[in-house]
Each structure stands twice: as structure tokens, then as C-alpha cells.
């Protein structure tokens, strides 16, 4: 079956460049993540979705960041006016359901700020 | 502030032996706890969990074994396997049903040696 998949896999952006990542969870799966995840590092949290509503963006490290899911499945994170400490692999899980830990991840898109 | 804790950064088994990646933890509020595995290019794929009202889970060559008292799990891979090559995760949850986002390790480089 399909898999998590996110798009593009690699994007080079100029500082003060805006950039849109986008995630396409299993079909059905209530729960959508975000992730950072900076070289030698885990994962680190961004934005959490249940369905379209976004419960928690305390991860979010700027207003710069912004992340949507309008109708419960596609979700897009957008960085706006990039800097290089944003180049990060950028991580998007999804899970079946609330109270279910288990989240599947996508293979991720490289950002890469010069 | 790091609360999940993976101290070997790195390590090598030989082909058949036993593989042991530990991880601590250093929230009590932690109840779920996850481990991960990522080749490189790829996102992290679920392996194995365990609750806190358990002290071990067992899945095929995979155990994981969790000490409350000192905040401590570990993966046990037996026997282990050129494919196990890959880079672990450990990581937790606090399972309050409101957002049941993975607080991730830095991770531990396991390379099988045949």
C-alpha cells in the first residue's frame, strides 16, 4: 500500500527565499506530524494536526513557519524568508488515530539554505 | 534541553552476536516508548514499543526492555544481521490523548560487521 509521501525530496533556496514542502499522509490516517531533523540530530518536533485542525505548533521555531492541512489529509509547511539555520531534513509522520503511537514517515525533504 | 538520551553515538557487532542500543530518559511523564530505525535517504520506519505498564516486549529477533525505576531502555537485536546496519532511534510519548508527539534520541549508528 502507499506510504507516506512528502515532496520534493531536495530544495535549494536562497536566504530570504519562501519554500513550500509538501506531505501526503496514508490515506485515512487522522493524526499528521512535522519534524525537523538537523544533521547528526532526531527528529524534532513542529506541528501537530488532528484531522484539518492544528492542535499544537509549539515546535514551530518562528512565525516564519507555517503549516496547514485545509481538508484533513494533504498538509503543505511553509518557510517564509529562509535562513541558513533552516536547512534541515523536514520529516512528515502520519498515525491511524488518536491514541495510536505508531506514526509511519515519509522519506523526508532536504532543504538546503545558501 | 535533551529528555531522551542516547549516549553511544556509534556501534559495531559482529555477524551473529547479540546488539544492545540503550536510551534513558529523564521526563517520568514519558509513558510510551518507540524504537526506530532509518537507512540513510529514508524516513525513520517503526520497529518496536512498549508500554510503561510493561517491562519488556518482544517482536521476532527485536526485544525491548524498559527499567522505570532508572528511566533506562534498551533494544535488543539477536542474532544480528548485515541488514540491521542502520542508524536507531529511540524515542517517547506522553500519552495524554491530546497530542501524542515522538520526542526523539540523537540516535545510535549500529554497523554489523559479517
Known amino acids: 500500500g502507499a506510504g507516506v ?10 536566504r530570504g527565499q519562501d519554500v513550500a514542502l509538501r506531505c501526503d499522509p496514508i490515506s485515512g490516517h487522522v493524526s499528521l506530524f512535522w519534524y525537523q531533523q538537523a544533521l547528526g540530530q532526531g ?6 494536526f488532528q484531522n484539518e485542525a492544528q492542535l499544537d505548533k509549539s515546535g514551530l521555531p518562528s512565525d516564519r513557519f507555517f503549516a496547514e492541512r485545509p481538508e484533513g489529509s494533504v498538509s503543505t509547511l511553509k518557510i517564509q524568508r529562509t535562513q541558513q539555520e533552516d536547512s534541515a531534513v523536514y520529516l512528515c509522520a502520519s498515525s491511524r488515530k488518536t491514541g495510536n503511537y505508531e506514526q509511519y ?10 | 534541553d535533551q529528555q531522551v538520551k542516547q549516549n553511544s553515538p556509534s556501534l559495531s557487532v559482529q555477524e551473529g552476536r547479540i546488539s544492545i542500543l540503550n536510551c534513558d530518559y529523564t521526563n517520568s511523564m514519558f509513558d510510551y516508548f518507540l524504537w526506530y530505525k532509518k537507512y540513510p535517504a529514508e524516513g525513520p520506519t517503526f520497529l518496536i514499543s ?6 519488556k516486549n518482544e517482536d521476532g529477533r527485536f526485544t525491548v526492555f524498559l527499567n522505570k525505576s532508572a528511566k533506562h531502555l534498551s533494544l535488543h537485536i539477536v542474532p544480528s544481521q548485515p541488514g540491521d546496519s542502520a542508524v536507531y532511534f529511540c524515542a517517547a510519548v506522553i500519552s495524554n490523548f491530546g497530542n501524542e508527539k515522538l520526542t526523539f534520541g540523537t540516535g545510535t549508528r549500529l554497523t554489523i560487521i559479517p
Open chain 1, 43 to 48: 527528529p524534532e518536533f513542529l506541528t501537530y
Open chain 1, 5 to 14: 509521501s512528502q515532496s520534493p525530496r531536495y530544495k535549494v533556496a536562497k
Open chain 1, 105 to 114: 514517515f515519509g522519506p523526508g525533504t532536504r532543504l538546503t539554505v545558501t
Open chain 2, 50 to 55: 512498549i508500554s510503561s505498564i510493561k517491562d
